[in-house]
C-alpha cells in the first residue's frame, strides 16, 4: 500500500510571508497522481493543486506552488503572499488510477496558522 | 449548484440506533467514496464504489454499508451505532477517466450519545 506522510502537524506564518509544506510519499508505482487539498474550518475539503508524475513541470495556480521531486517522492506545498484565509488543514494525496477505481490515499495532513 | 451533496449536516442519535446519511453528485462521476475524518482530523478510507465494484477498507466493521440506488448516489448506513463511530463522514466523488482530482461534500457530523 501506497503511504503519505505530512512531517508538520502544526506550522504558522507571518500575513503575507511564504511558507512551505512538507509532503513524502511512498510508492513503486509509475503512473499516479499528486494533489493538495485544503480543509478550512468550514471543513468542506477543496482541491488547491495537482500534479500528474508523467509531467516534469511543476504545477502553479495562482499563489501556490508545488515542488515535485519524482526520484525523492516528495510532493511540498509553497503558499507564497500567504493570506488569512490561507488559515485550514492541508492535505497531501496520492492517487493510483486503476481499472476498477481511482485508490486514494491522503497524508494525516498540516494545521496552518496565518498570523496577522 | 453543489457538486456533491450530503445529508443531514449534523445528526445527533443514541447508542444502538441505526442511520443513514445520503450523498448525491451531480458530476457525472463514475466513482464514489465514503471517509470518516476523526478528532484529530486524520482521513481514512471506508468504501469506493464505481457502479461495478465496491471497494472496503477491511478495517470498517460491518456495521456500516454503502447503497448506491444510482450512479449518483452512495448511501451509508450504520447499524448499531457505537460511541466511536463519532465523527465526520464525506462522501467524495471521481471521474475513473479523469481528470482525477476527488470532489468532496460539506461532510456529516456524526455524534452518538
Known amino acids: 500500500a501506497q503511504t503519505v506522510t505530512q512531517s508538520q502537524p502544526e506550522m504558522s506564518v507571518q500575513e503575507a510571508e511564504t511558507v512551505t509544506l512538507s509532503c513524502t510519499y511512498d510508492t513503486s508505482e509509475n503512473n499516479y497522481y499528486l494533489f493538495w487539498y485544503k480543509q478550512p474550518p468550514s471543513r468542506q475539503m477543496i482541491l488547491v493543486i495537482r500534479?500528474?508524475?508523467?509531467?516534469?513541470q511543476n504545477a502553479t495556480e495562482n499563489r501556490f506552488s508545488v515542488n515535485f521531486q519524482k526520484a525523492a517522492k516528495s510532493f511540498s506545498l509553497k503558499i507564497s503572499d500567504s493570506q488569512l484565509g490561507d488559515t485550514a488543514m492541508y492535505f497531501c494525496a496520492f492517487m493510483k488510477p486503476t481499472r476498477v477505481g481511482n485508490q486514494f490515499y491522503f497524508g494525516t495532513g498540516t494545521s496552518l496558522t496565518v498570523i496577522p | 449548484d453543489t457538486a456533491v451533496s450530503q445529508t443531514p449536516k449534523y445528526l445527533v442519535t443514541q447508542m444502538g440506533n441505526d442511520k443513514s446519511i445520503k450523498c448525491e453528485q451531480n458530476?457525472?462521476?463514475?466513482?464514489m467514496y465514503w471517509y470518516k475524518q476523526d478528532s484529530k482530523k486524520f482521513l481514512k478510507i471506508m468504501f469506493s464504489y464505481n457502479n461495478k465494484e465496491l471497494i472496503i477498507n477491511e478495517t470498517v466493521p460491518n456495521r456500516f454499508s454503502p447503497k448506491s440506488p444510482d450512479k449518483a448516489h452512495l448511501n451509508l448506513h450504520i447499524n448499531s451505532l457505537e460511541l466511536g463511530d463519532s465523527a465526520v463522514y464525506f462522501c467524495?466523488?471521481?471521474?475513473?477517466?479523469?481528470?482525477?482530482?476527488?470532489?468532496f461534500g460539506p461532510g456529516t457530523r456524526l455524534t452518538v450519545t
Open positions: 500534479q500528474e508524475a508523467y509531467k516534469q
Open positions: 458530476l457525472g462521476h463514475d466513482t
Open positions: 467524495a466523488s471521481s471521474d475513473l477517466r479523469g481528470p482525477y482530482e476527488q470532489y
